[in-house]
């Protein structure tokens, strides 16, 4: 039978692990989502003048949804450009948090140089530029991935609080 | 010059101007997310100091008992008002 301070000690370790799945899954989950929101390029959308500058077959989708990254303690200043329609590596870069500090400010970040116009559908520092159209919402129209994700935080902490009271 | 400020140079030409614009500016203009744990670390430094002072406290307990000194332990006898 374990002693006194065993058994102290095991719930103090089971405490610990249910933080730490707290921050993780609440880092993936907010990681998933902006992931999921993140639009693809549609080369079919693009102006003619845009399409003869840039054929199709030079052309791959999927740059800024493959380039969201994840750091702690600060963020990053890398834009790894990977071309990645799908979103999983990304989603692999998430999964570093699983080896990071729990007691940490972690981020997420597209470092990618439209990512902002990306978000709103503006950019910010371009006067007159405006997004090709994502998602057929329209010119000008933003993703709003960050926003979206962020209003569904709650939710995440909460769905991790549950998972992490079933953990033994 | 940066990747990111040789896009805006190029975004100059085909599409209008630019205000004035410092590096940290182009910085500014990636998208982060963050969640922030770090107050976690008091909860967890309070975990640590609990294993630690229980572990303290039973090992002198058993300091005690291989010193000679009786062990505590439940008395066997029958209490008065059982």
Redesign the interface.
């Known amino acids: 039978m374990p002693t006194f301070a065993e058994q102290i000690a095991n719930h103090v370790a089971k405490y610990q692990r249910r933080l730490a799945h707290v921050t993780q899954g609440t880092v993936i989950m907010v990681g998933k989502a902006v992931v999921e929101r993140s639009p693809v390029g549609r080369w079919e959308l693009w102006s003619d003048m845009w399409q003869k500058m840039r054929p199709a077959n030079t052309y791959r989708a999927g740059e800024f949804k493959g380039s969201w990254s994840y750091s702690y303690g600060g963020v990053g200043g890398d834009f790894p450009s990977t071309i990645d329609a799908s979103g999983s590596t990304s989603m692999a870069r998430f999964m570093e948090v699983k080896t990071a500090p729990t007691a940490a400010r972690h981020f997420i970040y597209n470092n990618a140089p439209y990512a902002m116009a990306m978000e709103t559908g503006t950019h910010p520092y371009v006067s007159k530029w405006k997004l090709t159209p994502p998602n057929q919402r329209g010119a000008g129209a933003g993703a709003h991935m960050v926003q979206l994700a962020l209003n569904d935080s709650k939710i995440f902490v909460r769905t991790a609080v549950a998972q992490a009271r079933n953990m033994s | 010059m940066p ?2 400020l040789m ?2 140079s190029s ?2 030409i085909n ?5 004035k ?1 410092t590096d940290e ?17 008091e ?2 430094k309070k ?2 100091y ?2 630690a002072s ?2 303290k ?3 002198s307990i058993h300091k005690l008992s291989a010193d000679g000194m009786p062990e505590c332990r439940p008395s066997q006898n029958k209490s008065p008002i059982m």
């Open positions: 990747k990111r896009y805006l975004k100059k599409h209008g101007r630019i205000n614009m500016d182009a910085t500014i203009a990636s998208l982060k997310i963050v969640v922030d744990a770090s107050q976690l670390d909860v967890i975990l640590d609990i294993t229980i572990d406290f039973e090992k």
